[in-house]
């Protein structure tokens, strides 16, 4: 049997928490095992000194140190780790974002909990999970007159 993928949850709710880290294990037969829990980004990077999981399911609004802030210092002093976004809704964040964090993957709090454990065993052999987002755009005001640029600069050009 292969090694168990080590995985940390970092969600400040308790009862997301206990469903996440009683769940996943147990769905995974064997497959996941959870390493670290913590309610915020600062009680995570207290118990990384003692053992480095191989991903990080990190809430991005802890209280003490949100998740960008978290994942800042994870890249900087963990970037081996793996960070996985966990978020309500997949207009909670700005992908742009986190890929300057180095977060590749996110996974929703209502996805199944068969879904994420088949998204972490993805992730750990390298694949890309994330939500198709959907932003939606207010219909543009006849009031407001739209201003387009009339002139491109040469380093605003794309080939």
Known sequence: ????????????????????????????????????????????????????????LLDMFTPVMEGIETSGYLKALFP?????????????????????????????RKQPIEFMVTAIEAIASGSVVMPKIERHRPEPSSQIPLLRSVFLLPHQLVR
């Not at 294990?25 to 915020?40: K, Y």
């Not at 780790?81 to 929703?108: K, M, N, R």
């Open 80 to 108: 081996e780790i793996t960070v996985v976004a966990l978020a309500s809704d997949a207009d909670d964040f700005d992908p742009a974002l986190l890929e300057i964090l180095g977060i590749q993957s996110v996974l929703l």
């Open 1 to 56: 049997m292969m090694k168990p993928i080590r995985i940390a949850v970092v969600e400040n709710n308790p009862a997301t928490r206990m469903m996440l880290t009683g769940l996943i294990p147990s769905l995974s037969q064997g497959s996941v095992e959870i390493l670290i829990e913590a309610a915020t980004g600062a009680e995570l990077l207290f118990k990384l000194s003692a053992q480095l999981p191989d991903i990080i």
